[in-house]
C-alpha cells in the first residue's frame, strides 16, 4: 500500500492536484516567504480535503523535518479551514514551554515570529485572532484558539473544573485539532503491552480520540518531524494519513539548513567552550563585515543539571579572568583549519589578543549567559529563547541538559559544545542520549537567513560551491566534542538515523592551472557580463518567456488495475490500459472550444481581466490573453488519456491545470527585469579564482566526478592537467559537459591553425549573465576565448556554450534563444580605450542527441 502523500503526488502527475489560494499567503507574515515545499504541503492537504475520498472525521499527519515551517503551515491551515466554514481550533502539545512560544507566534502582532499578516481579510472581512480557554466564548467570525498541554488536555477532560472544557462541549460543534510534536500521542500505538481496560480507556491518545470522533465534521491535523515509521504499528496506523512528507535529508539537500561539522580535540572543557567563543566572535566580524546585524548564539549541552551549573560557574569565571596571553596560547594549542581561519583574520584586522579578550569578556559576561535547566526558569525566559535573533535579545551563550530538545526555534545558533565525555551505545546500536544529541543538532542546523547581494537566496545556503569563501562559516554550526573517534563514529551514525548522512557528501577542488594564471589573458584579460535593470512595465508585452515555453504535461486517470494473491505465491494479474499523447496548445482548445479555455481561466482570480491588466498594461482583452502567442496562445501541452481525441471534460481538465501553475508564477511577479545590451569588463583574474565545491552522492561518471576518473566513458576520459587550452586542472561537470569538452579537445588544433590564444573556462558559478527579455539569471557552463593578432593589439571572441541533458532541452529553450541573440545584439563595453577588438558570442546547446549538426556548423566556422 503507497502513503498518501504517494498518491497524491500521482495524482498531481496526472494534473488533478489543486492550486494554493491566493488568501493563504496574501494573510501570512509577508516577512515569511513561502517556499516550495510548504506551497505543496498547503496543495496537498487541500488536494486531500476536496476529494470525494477524504474520511470524516479527517486525520492527517504533516511529517516535517525541524525548522521546516510546520508553525506556518499550521497558521496558513488555519486560513483555509476557516474559509471552510471552521471556526474553533484546539492547539495542543507535550511541553507547556511550546504552548507559550506558540501563543506568541499565533497572537502576538508585535512579536518578531507573529505568523499572520497585520490585518487578515477573507472574502472581504476582517478575522481577529481571538485566544479562548472554553469554546462556549468563542466569536463566531474569528479563528477561535485553545491552547493547552497534551497532559493539560487531559486532566480537564477527565477531571472537570468550573468553566472548563469538557467532552460534552465537543458534540454540538466541529473543531480542528492540532497536535504539535505528535509523535508523543502514539505511545499507545506504539506499544504492544496490554494495560487495564480502565487505563487504556483514559491514555492521552484515547483522550485525543475521543475528543476527534465526537464531530464527524471534526479534523484532527499532526505534525512531528520524528514519526518512528520503523515501527510496524505507527506505519500501519500513519500509512493512509501522511499527507505530506519533508525529511532532514530532503531540507539539507534542498539547501533550507545549516551544513554540520564536527570539531573534535582534545582540548579541556573550558579551552574546548574558549574555542566556540573564539569562533563565534569571528562569525560576528564576517558578519559585521558584510553589513548583517546577525549575533552568533553558543549552546553549553551538559549530561547532568548539577554539572551544567558547575560549568557556567567555572566558565563565567573563566571569562571573566580571560587575557590575551590565553588565546594566544590556544591559538598555538588549536591546529584545526576552522581556529587557524579566525585568528588570521583577526591578524589580518589589526584585532590583537589582548583586544580579542576584551571584546569576549564583554560579550559573554554573565548578564549575556542564561541557563535553562529549571522547569520554572525554562519557562519564563521561553519568549527571549526564541527571540534570540532580534537585535535587543541579550544573550550569547546558552547552558542546559535536554529543555531545549524539543520545540526551540532558534536560527542564530551556530555552535554547540559538549561537555561530558561518555558515550552509552550498545555494540551495534546508537544510544539514545547519542540520538538526541543528533536531534539537538538537527535543530540547530536550521538556517540563519541572510544575503549579501539581492539575487541570493535568503533562506538557503550559499556557499556548497564555495566552501572556502569566508562566509562559509556564516551559514555552518559546530558540534564540539572530545577527539574520540569511536564516539564521532556513532554520532554519524545517529545523524544518518534522522537523515542527515555526511558520507554522500563529498568535496573536489578547481584548481586553475599555473600556466593559465600566468597567460596575458587572466592577469590582464577581460571578460564581458551584462546587467539586470528593472523593465518599466508598459514594456512588458508577454509573459515570461520560462513560463510561456514550458511544456506542460496532463494524464489523465487511466484505469490500469491489477490483482495480487496474498496467500501464494501465484503470479499477479494485471490489466494494462494504452495511453495515448496529444500535443496541444491552448490557442488549438481554445479554437475548438473557447468557453473550455475562458472557463477554466474565471476560477483564478488573479486571471481576470482586471487584474491581468496590472501586470500586463498592454493587454487589451481577455481573448488576446487566450489567444496571443506573446500570452496563452502557444503554450504548449502533452494530454495523456485513453482517447485518440480528449474529450472536452479532458480538455478542460488540462487547461484548468496549467493556468493553475501559470496563475501562480504571475501571482509570484513583484517586477519585470531585463538583461541590458551592454555587456561591460570585468578582469579575467577578478571573476575565475581556485575553488572547492560539495557534491552530494556522485557517481557514474556524473558531476562530481573527475573527467579522468575509471567511471568516466572511455571516449571522454582525459587528463586535464596535461591540457594547456583547460583553464582548470580538471573537470567535474555533468556527463553532458564530459562529453563536451572531449568534443572540444578534437578541434583543439584546427582552433590554433587560426587563433593566438585558445582557452576553455568552466564557469563554477562565477559569472551570470541576463536574458534580454525579462532578466532571468542565467549561468552558462563555459566560456571559450579565442584572441587573433592583428597589426595593433588582438580580436577576442567569447563565446559561451552550455551543454544541455536532453531532458532539459524544451524547459531551458530561452537559454538557448538568449545565447543565439548575442552575436547580433550584445555590446562589449570597455572601461578603457585600447586598440582590441572584442565580440560577444553564443552557441546553440551542446547535445548529443539533438544539436550536433547545427552545433558542430558552428565549430567549423570557427575553425576556419
Not at 50 to 76: D, W, Y
Request: with cysteine; proline share 2%.
Amino acid at each position: 500500500m503507497a502513503f498518501l502523500y504517494e498518491n497524491i503526488d500521482f495524482l498531481r502527475d496526472q494534473g488533478h492536484s489543486v492550486s494554493l489560494p491566493d488568501y493563504i499567503p496574501r494573510n501570512l507574515n509577508s516577512k515569511f516567504e513561502l517556499r516550495p515545499y510548504q506551497k505543496e504541503a498547503f496543495e496537498n492537504f487541500i488536494t486531500y480535503y476536496e476529494s470525494e475520498k477524504r474520511p470524516n472525521p479527517l486525520q492527517v499527519l504533516f511529517h516535517m523535518a525541524t525548522g521546516s515551517g510546520k508553525t506556518l503551515i499550521m497558521a496558513g491551515l488555519m486560513l483555509y479551514l476557516y474559509k471552510q466554514g471552521y471556526r474553533n481550533f484546539l492547539f495542543f502539545v507535550n511541553l507547556s514551554n511550546i504552548v507559550e512560544k506558540t501563543k506568541e507566534n499565533f497572537c502576538n502582532p508585535i512579536a518578531s515570529k507573529y505568523l499572520f499578516a497585520d490585518e487578515i481579510v477573507i472574502d472581504g472581512e476582517r478575522i481577529r485572532i481571538n485566544q479562548v480557554e472554553n469554546f462556549q466564548y468563542a466569536e463566531p467570525d474569528s479563528i477561535n484558539i485553545r491552547f493547552a498541554t497534551t497532559q493539560g488536555l487531559h486532566m480537564d477532560m477527565w477531571f472537570p473544573k468550573e468553566n472548563g472544557m469538557t467532552f460534552d462541549d465537543f458534540d454540538n460543534q466541529k473543531v480542528v485539532l492540532i497536535s504539535d510534536e505528535a509523535h508523543h500521542l502514539n505511545v499507545e500505538t506504539k506499544s504492544k503491552k496490554k494495560k487495564d481496560e480502565e487505563d487504556d480507556f483514559r491514555t492521552w491518545e484515547q483522550t485525543v480520540k475521543n475528543i476527534f470522533g465526537r464531530n464527524t465534521d471534526n479534523i484532527l491535523l499532526e505534525f512531528t518531524a520524528t514519526c518512528d515509521l520503523a515501527n510496524k504499528s505507527i506505519q500501519a496506523s500513519y500509512e493512509n494519513k501522511i499527507v505530506f512528507d519533508y525529511t532532514l535529508s530532503k531540507f539539507y539537500n534542498d539547501k533550507y539548513s545549516k551544513d554540520i561539522l564536527t570539531l573534535r580535540s582534545d582540548l579541556s572543557r573550558i579551552n574546548r567552550a574558549l574555542q566556540a567563543l573564539v569562533l563565534s566572535q569571528y562569525r560576528l566580524k564576517i558578519f559585521q563585515k558584510n553589513r548583517l546585524a546577525i549575533k552568533p548564539i553558543v549552546l553549553f549541552k551538559a549530561a547532568k543539571i548539577a554539572d551544567s551549573k558547575e560549568f557556567m560557574e567555572v566558565f563565567l569565571n573563566a571569562v571573566k579572568n580571560l587575557s590575551g596571553s590565553q588565546l594566544q596560547k590556544l591559538s598555538i594549542e588549536c591546529n584545526n583549519e576552522a581556529m587557524q581561519k579566525a585568528f588570521s583574520f583577526f591578524t589580518s584586522n589589526g584585532i590583537s589578543f589582548d583586544a580579542l579578550a576584551a571584546e569576549i569578556r564583554d560579550d559573554f559576561s554573565e548578564e549575556h549567559c542564561v541557563s535553562v535547566n529549571d522547569d520554572k526558569d525554562a519557562t519564563q525566559k521561553q519568549i527571549l529563547l526564541n527571540t534570540l535573533e532580534d537585535a535587543d535579545n541579550p544573550y550569547r551563550a546558552i547552558f542546559e541538559v535536554k529543555k531545549l530538545d524539543e520545540g526551540w526555534d532558534v536560527l542564530n545558533l551556530f555552535d554547540i559544545v559538549r561537555l561530558y565525555e561518555t558515550r552509552q551505545s550498545g555494540k551495534n546500536k546508537v544510544s539514545e542520549a547519542t540520538t538526541a544529541e543528533a536531534q539537538l543538532i538537527g535543530r540547530g542546523a536550521r538556517y540563519c537567513p541572510f544575503r549579501v547581494d539581492e539575487e541570493q537566496p535568503k533562506f538557503q545556503r550559499k556557499y556548497d560551491e564555495d566552501i572556502t569563501n569566508e562566509l562559509r562559516i556564516c551559514e555552518t554550526l559546530y558540534y564540539h566534542c572530545q577527539n574520540d573517534h569511536r564516539y564521532v563514529s556513532e554520532l554519524k551514525n545517529a545523524l544518518r538515523e534522522i537523515g542527515l548522512n555526511s558520507d554522500e557528501i563529498i568535496q573536489q577542488e578547481y584548481v586553475l592551472k599555473e600556466s593559465f594564471k600566468t597567460d596575458d589573458l587572466y592577469t590582464h584579460g577581460l571578460i564581458f557580463l551584462n546587467e539586470k535593470i528593472v523593465k518599466d512595465r508598459n514594456d512588458v508585452h508577454s509573459l515570461s518567456p520560462k513560463v510561456r515555453d514550458d511544456i506542460y504535461h496532463f494524464r489523465v486517470s487511466s484505469g490500469m488495475s491489477g490483482i495480487d494473491a496474498v496467500m501464494t505465491e501465484s503470479a499477479q494479474s494485471e490489466t494494462a490500459v494504452e495511453l495515448k499523447t496529444t500535443h496541444t496548445t491552448i490557442k488549438d482548445i481554445a479554437n475548438i472550444n473557447y468557453a473550455i479555455v475562458n472557463k477554466a481561466l474565471m476560477k483564478f482570480p488573479i486571471l481576470k481581466f482586471k487584474t491581468l491588466h496590472s501586470y500586463f498594461p498592454n493587454l487589451t482583452s481577455t481573448r488576446q490573453f487566450i489567444t496571443d502567442n506573446e500570452y496563452l496562445g502557444k503554450v504548449r501541452i502533452d494530454i495523456q488519456c485513453k482517447e485518440d481525441e480528449p474529450a472536452v471534460e479532458t480538455l478542460y481538465s488540462a487547461v484548468f491545470y496549467v493556468l493553475g501553475k501559470i496563475a501562480n508564477s504571475i501571482s509570484d511577479i513583484q517586477e519585470r527585469y531585463s538583461g541590458t545590451k551592454e555587456f561591460k569588463a570585468k578582469n579575467v583574474r577578478d571573476v575565475f579564482r581556485n575553488k572547492t565545491v560539495n557534491y552530494t552522492k556522485p557517481h557514474d561518471g556524473g558531476v562530481g566526478v573527475s573527467q579522468n576518473d575509471s567511471s568516466v566513458k572511455k571516449e571522454w576520459k582525459i587528463d586535464l592537467s596535461n591540457e594547456d587550452w583547460f583553464a582548470y586542472t580538471d573537470n567535474f561537470g555533468t556527463s553532458e559537459e564530459k562529453a563536451f569538452v572531449a568534443y572540444f579537445k578534437g578541434y583543439v588544433d584546427d582552433l590554433r591553425k587560426t587563433y593566438s590564444k585558445v582557452y576553455l573556462v568552466r564557469n563554477e558559478r562565477e559569472f551570470h549573465i541576463y536574458s534580454f527579455d525579462d532578466g532571468e539569471r542565467f549561468e552558462p557552463d563555459y566560456v571559450l576565448f579565442l584572441q587573433k593578432d592583428k597589426t595593433d593589439g588582438f580580436e577576442q571572441i567569447q563565446i559561451f556554450i552550455e551543454p544541455k541533458g536532453t531532458q532539459l532541452l524544451e524547459s531551458d529553450a530561452w537559454k538557448e534563444k538568449f545565447m543565439l541573440q548575442l552575436i547580433d545584439e550584445a555590446v562589449p563595453v570597455k572601461m578603457f580605450v585600447d586598440d582590441n577588438d572584442y565580440r560577444i558570442w553564443g552557441f546553440h546547446f551542446f547535445n548529443l542527441e539533438n544539436r550536433m549538426p547545427v552545433f558542430d556548423k558552428e565549430f567549423q566556422a570557427l575553425a576556419q
